[in-house]
């Protein structure tokens, strides 16, 4: 593995600004100029503001210090108002942010995980019983089984006919959250029509008093305060479940596109274990560790510090590549290969394997989503592996300057007409 030069300054690229370059080469951007810089970190301007970009598990460690950073002011306004939104739990720090992220953490418990995966599995099955004899587009048809698997998991009642006007909503706010123009402001309104959705949701449930599952938990939560959430916050917080629990389709199909790519490797694996439940959580690990969903996620100084010999300031804008981490040299034996065998004894590469963040799961920011995450992308693999089905000639290509991408024809599959057997 490369050498890492972490005893000489921290190097500045040339140029004023690295805004163009960034959405030119996307998630390629930090890691390609670590390398080339030998650093895994230098400073440059973004959007004309002063930022140190960093990556790799040493630089994981550093930013996710304990009280270290906050997320306010450390993300583009256009993506927050997609993706977290006003009194979120991103938006919050120390006491009040631990406070409210334990809404999220008491929602994973195991039971819960298991009924994730066993509402996904029911949605799925119905879902795939029209695929039969048919070539669908995976892209299209998991958004739809996520959307009913979110709903259903956060025991939010819902019609059929509601069933598109969510998904729409839920999927423009995650697809949308890197574009301009028309797309963006598309994705603002549905943004604003689900929240008015979801406040209604939450004043139902309290009028009448019988919710259930994650909506029961938000209205029974308090804050720090004492106080329960009002309905616009309660209604952010149901958003920040259920977009989450959508945007795992995405997982879902990366990993149909890498059991395609990478066929008679995983088959192999596979079989050397039959019925190994690990192994079907090794390949998820992998899609999760080579697959591109967040690039970077930026945070602002909030208790001054030192690292590599630099003074950084309260205020300071930093971000931490979150793809290039997964595909770094330093931490990854053969970075770029796809390797499920090495999560079954190799763990996180110390801390490399940070696709939905760092640190620690109680008190800081790192995705408390992540448990569940893993637990429906498995239950993703199990029923992708017992469906029957071909991959059409199509561009498998995944664009590296988009955010977040899908395959460039959305993950086509022909699926026989008899029924599908189940894995084990
Ligand atoms: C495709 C799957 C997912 C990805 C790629 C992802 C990624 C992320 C990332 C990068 C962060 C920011 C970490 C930071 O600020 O340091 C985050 C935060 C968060 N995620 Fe996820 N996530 C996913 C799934 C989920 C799921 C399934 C849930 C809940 C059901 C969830 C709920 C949240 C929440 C509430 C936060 C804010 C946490 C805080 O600020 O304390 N995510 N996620």
């Not at 690229?13 to 080339?36: H, I, K, N, Q």
């Not at 959307?147 to 006919?161: H, I, K, Q, S």
């Amino acid at each position: 593995m490369p050498d890492r030069k972490t005893d000489r300054p921290i190097p500045h690229l040339p140029g004023f600004d690295s805004t163009a370059t960034f959405l030119r080469e996307g998630y390629d951007f930090v890691g390609s100029r670590c390398r080339r810089l030998g650093s895994d970190a230098f400073h440059t301007r973004l959007m004309l503001r002063p930022v140190t970009c960093v990556r790799g598990p040493e630089a994981a460690r550093m930013f996710y210090a304990p009280g270290r950073m906050t997320r306010r002011g450390a993300m583009p306004a256009s993506v927050v108002a997609l993706l977290q939104d006003r009194g979120s739990v991103q938006t919050l720090d120390g006491k009040a942010h631990r406070t409210r992220r334990a809404l999220f953490l008491d929602l994973m418990s195991p039971e819960r995980l298991e009924q994730g995966r066993r509402i996904f599995a029911d949605e799925w099955q119905a879902a795939a019983a029209g695929w039969r004899g048919r070539t669908v587009m995976l892209r299209d048809e998991v958004q739809k089984v996520m959307t009913r698997t979110a709903l259903r998991w956060c025991g939010v009642p819902f019609t059929e006919d509601e069933v598109a006007a969510r998904t729409d909503e839920l999927t423009a706010m995650i697809g949308a959250a890197g574009s301009l123009g028309p797309v963006y402001l598309r994705a603002r309104a549905l943004r604003a029509r689900s929240e008015r959705w979801a406040r209604a949701a939450v004043h139902r449930a309290r009028d009448e008093g019988r919710a259930e599952g994650a909506l029961a938990r938000i209205v029974a939560h308090r804050d720090v305060d004492g106080s329960t959430l009002n309905d616009a916050v309660a209604g952010v917080e149901l958003l920040n479940l259920l977009r989450p629990i959508v945007a795992v389709g995405r997982y879902i199909v990366f990993a149909a596109h890498a059991l395609h790519r990478h066929r008679d490797a995983t088959t192999a694996f596979l079989n050397d274990a039959p019925g190994d439940a690990a192994r079907i959580e090794a390949i998820a690990q992998e899609v999760r560790r080579l697959y591109p969903f967040f690039p970077v996620i930026g945070g602002r100084v909030l208790t001054p510090f030192t690292w590599r010999g630099r003074d950084f300031a309260a205020g300071e804008w930093l971000i931490l590549d979150l793809y290039g981490t997964g595909r770094d040299g330093a931490a990854w034996d053969r970075a770029e290969n796809f390797y499920p065998a090495r999560h079954l004894t190799g763990g996180d590469a110390g801390g490399a394997l940070i696709a939905q963040g760092g640190g620690d799961m109680e008190s800081g920011h790192r995705c408390p989503g992540e448990w569940l995450t893993v637990a429906l992308m498995c239950a993703g693999i199990e029923a992708l592996l017992a469906l029957d089905h071909d991959v059409p000639e199509q561009d498998l290509d995944i664009p590296r300057n988009r955010f977040p991408p899908w395959p460039r024809d959305g993950m086509r599959i022909r699926v026989a007409s008899g029924p599908s057997v189940l894995w084990s």
